[in-house]
């Protein structure tokens, strides 16, 4: 049974970082999809960054390109979001989420979500 369990959300000012992580079970990275996504309040879910493990690419959407970073640990089955320079405008539920199916870009995935999904983890950035 797949599962991924976020942690690493909180407060923070603006400016700030966090580092979110997923610890995930049931599969492991090598042959997955897995990525990060954020939905805020009254607002559609937004892909925010994955990788794909048939490819070399990490994928951004284009509002925290340069400022988040995706990376994981196969070690620990773990993935992170290392979050900088945030805004308030990053305020959201972050999701982390996985899919069975690497035959799709990383674009796809951030358009279109996976199928397996956290419970989420809350991020609130203060101005």
């Known amino acids: 049974e797949v599962q991924l369990v976020e942690s690493g959300g909180g407060l923070v000012q603006a400016g700030g970082s966090l580092r979110l992580s997923c610890a995930a079970s049931?599969?492991?990275?090598?042959?997955?999809?897995i990525g990060w996504f954020r939905q805020a309040p009254g607002k559609e879910r937004e892909g925010v960054s994955c990788?794909?493990?048939?490819?070399?690419?990490?994928y951004y959407v284009d509002s925290v390109k340069g400022r988040f970073t995706i990376s994981s640990d196969n070690a620990k089955n773990t993935v992170y979001l290392q979050m900088n320079s945030l805004k308030p405008t990053d305020t959201a539920v972050y999701y982390c989420a996985a899919s069975r199916r690497t035959y799709n870009s990383g674009t796809y995935y951030l358009r279109y979500g996976m199928d397996y999904w956290g419970k989420g983890t809350l991020v609130t950035v203060s101005s």
């Open positions: 990788f794909v493990s048939s490819d070399d690419n990490t």
């Open positions: 049931g599969f492991t990275f090598d042959d997955y999809a």
